[in-house]
């Protein structure tokens, strides 16, 4: 446990050092959850005018994973920097996989 406090620590004095990097993730997050959302949104909102324009139904899910994708990426992007014992500590009994 004080190792993830230490690494904790390490990591918001990290965070502080680097505003523009904590922005530009956050603007990337935002932006693909608001896709997320907003497709998720027009999916359930027309779901009785899609099941007659299927081509339109696989865009709209497409694009929610995609962006789905792309967020994630962006997040895995940041725990490529976080000490492995706190990724283990992190995880619990789940596998936490990085590319």
Same mark, same amino acid.
């Given at each position: 446990?004080?190792?993830?406090?230490?690494?904790?620590?390490?990591?918001?004095?990290?965070?502080?050092?680097?505003?523009?990097?904590?922005? +530009?993730?956050?603007?990337?997050?935002?932006?693909?959850?608001?896709?997320?959302? @907003?497709?998720?949104?027009?999916?359930?909102?027309?779901?009785?005018?899609?099941?007659?324009?299927?081509?339109?139904?696989?865009?709209?899910?497409?694009?929610?994973?995609?962006?789905?994708?792309?967020?994630?990426?962006?997040?895995?992007?940041?725990?490529? @920097? +976080?000490?492995?014992?706190?990724? +283990?500590?992190?995880?619990?009994?789940? +596998?936490?996989?990085?590319?």
């Amino acid at each position: 446990m004080a190792y993830s406090r230490q690494a904790a620590s390490a990591g918001a004095e990290q965070n502080e050092a680097s505003p523009e990097l904590n922005a +530009v993730v956050a603007h990337g997050v935002l932006n693909s959850l608001g896709v997320v959302l @907003g497709s998720v949104h027009t999916l359930r909102e027309h779901w009785g005018e899609l099941a007659t324009q299927p081509e339109l139904a696989r865009e709209i899910m497409d694009r929610i994973e995609c962006q789905a994708a792309a967020g994630a990426e962006l997040l895995r992007d940041l725990l490529r @920097g +976080v000490p492995p014992g706190l990724l +283990v500590e992190l995880a619990g009994d789940r +596998v936490i996989r990085l590319p």
